[in-house]
């Protein structure tokens, strides 16, 4: 399985980003992994991000081929709202799960983010799309007010959970007093990856991401003293910061130094969340 989570960051002016995170696992039955398993995509050219669970095989190829339709401009058009994407979405996803013969019909889950219109008239939107024998059906997310997880699925969403309290809980001392953040949702998912509680999670966290304005963005992660971008380990090269990079904590880094830009704003720790949640 894995843990797959989606969750938006909230301004002073409401919505103003949403992500969707997963670890890099593929197993098969406990003990048997693969580390370097992509489970989230971004298209290049229009605000839509993915991620999914559960049986690999199908979701990694459709969503593969969707956003190569997006972003050749074969599956949506400009005016196309939240609804209509969703059920294009819906129809050839479930075209080509019933193309596949029955015996290869394993069940898989699909969380769906987006962006209609653009800075101050942009709207974001998320849904989870449930793959199974019985069909593909559609779950439209409701967006929180403050800064918080939206969904999450696979065999980690318990221990996701359990830290996600150590970070937000009520015995929570917030050194900035800041409360629910992107920080504290990414950070609570680092934690619970490090903890090992979910055998079936694990190896580098992989984040995609969309802001009021532009494209998706594939984020690079600071993970371990390394760096990875959907799974795979990067290394030393000059385009390093080509893409935005974050560590655990959700802090903007340089992809060179792996340090924290000079700029970027600290997000400490809260003070009982331990680092490894265990």
Known sequence: MTTLLSWTGIDTH????IYIAS???ISWGRGKYWNVGRKIFASKTSPEI?????????PIQILGQLVELIDSGLLFVADDGFAVKLEKLRTKINDSYRSQPISQHDACEIIYASRVGSKMSSTFHAAIIKVSAKGVMVENCVLPETSGIIASS???KP???HSYD????????????RGRTSRSVFG???DALASGKDPYSGGPPQLVGLYKVGAAISFGVI??????MNGLEINDNPFLNNIEWRNNLFERCCGKTMNILEKAQRQPRPHNASENSR
């Open 23 to 25: 670890d890099s696992r």
């Open 188 to 190: 609570a998912f680092c």
């Open 159 to 161: 221990s996701l959970y």
């Open 166 to 177: 150590e970070w937000t809980g009520p015995k929570v001392k917030d050194p900035q007093g």
């Open 14 to 17: 409401g919505p103003a980003s």
């Open 50 to 58: 993915f991620g999914y669970c559960g049986s690999v095989t199908f």
């Open 154 to 156: 696979g065999s980690g």
């Open 223 to 228: 993970h371990n003293g390394s760096r990875f």
